[in-house]
């Protein structure tokens, strides 16, 4: 770890990345960035050094960096030379990450929502990959959105997947685990 992630990390955050390439075709990099949560910190210090970012087509191409990066789900903080090492980027930061958690729990309720609407859950008849009988067991059905859906919530540890058959996946909801309620086969 350097002396920039470690600024970071000792302010109670994420180590950042540093120089990340952000973009599938094109070579932007991003000075600081928290991928998983799409958050990145520029410094913007050569507009005040006469650096390449001071000229009109530097302004335009860091327009167009920032704006792709916009429309790939980036949040983009920006900050001057100055503020390096103060609490300023710690700050900006942490705000931005707790939107971002904020936003994807919100997102993960609507899921959640959906699939429990959606996808149907009955009652496991047998003892069969990983479902114990006698629970509440879900599955998705042969819809890949459904079984997209139930991964993405089991990556969030809010369904547990005991089996995957082709696009149909099956598991169970937090309550109705079997190791957390008696069952009655």
Known sequence: MNESTEFFTRHGLPAPVLEHRFH?????????????????LEVE????????HTSAEGFHKDLEKYNAAACLGWRVLRITPRAVGT??????????????ESETAALLDTVEDLARQH????????????????????????????AIALRRLAEAARFRIVA?????????????????KEVKP
């Open 45 to 52: 210090g050569g507009r005040f050094t006469g650096g390449r």
């Open 164 to 180: 995957e058959h082709g696009r149909m996946v099956v598991g169970y909801w937090p309550e109705n685990e079997p190791h957390k």
């Open 24 to 40: 599938p075709t094109r070579l932007w990099r991003f000075d600081y960035a928290w991928p998983a949560q799409r958050v990145a």
């Open 87 to 100: 609490l300023v980027p710690v700050s900006l930061v942490r705000e931005a990450l707790a939107v971002k």
């Open 119 to 146: 996808c149907h859950t009955g009652t496991a008849l047998r003892d069969y990959n990983g479902q114990v009988a006698g629970t509440l067991v879900t599955d998705s059905g042969a819809l890949t959105t459904d």
